[in-house]
């Protein structure tokens, strides 16, 4: 068994993504036509409430800085060996995981940007690989 760990203590990180889409108006059909329909409420069509409003000038603001401290589990992998699976064959059986897991209290997608500032739509991908290996 193997893992791989890395973090970082401290740091700011800017949260763009909460800058230029954290405004209600921006949920609403007839201001945008980029609307994010998940973000309005099913019964009357208005704004979710966990939805923040920040339009305004924020540019200057430090409001979006947030700590950037976090541990990140790049990998773990787990592997056994039966040196005698049928006669003298063995057999090797693997998994491994990565991009396990990420903790921190960051509200972003991911404290750990270049530049410091979080501008990514996507996550990144957590990926699982078996593997199984039959030596005869």
Request: with cysteine; net charge neutral; glycine share 8%.
């Amino acid at each position: 068994m193997t893992a791989n760990f890395r973090g970082q203590i401290g740091g700011q990180v800017y949260n763009l993504q909460k800058h230029d889409r954290g405004y209600l108006d921006a949920a609403i059909p007839s201001q945008s036509s980029q609307v994010l329909q998940n973000v309005l409420n099913f019964y009357n069509g208005s704004a979710n409430s966990l939805f923040y409003n920040y339009l305004g000038n924020l540019e200057l603001s430090d409001y979006m800085l947030e700590d950037a401290t976090f541990l990140r589990c790049d990998n773990i992998s787990l592997g056994y060996k039966f040196i005698k699976f049928v006669g003298k064959s063995s057999l090797r059986v693997s998994a491994a995981v990565n991009n396990a897991f990420l903790i921190t209290s960051y509200s972003g997608q991911d404290p750990e940007n270049y530049g410091a500032i979080d501008g990514n739509f996507y996550p990144r991908p957590r990926t699982y690989t078996f593997g199984v290996s039959l030596d005869f």
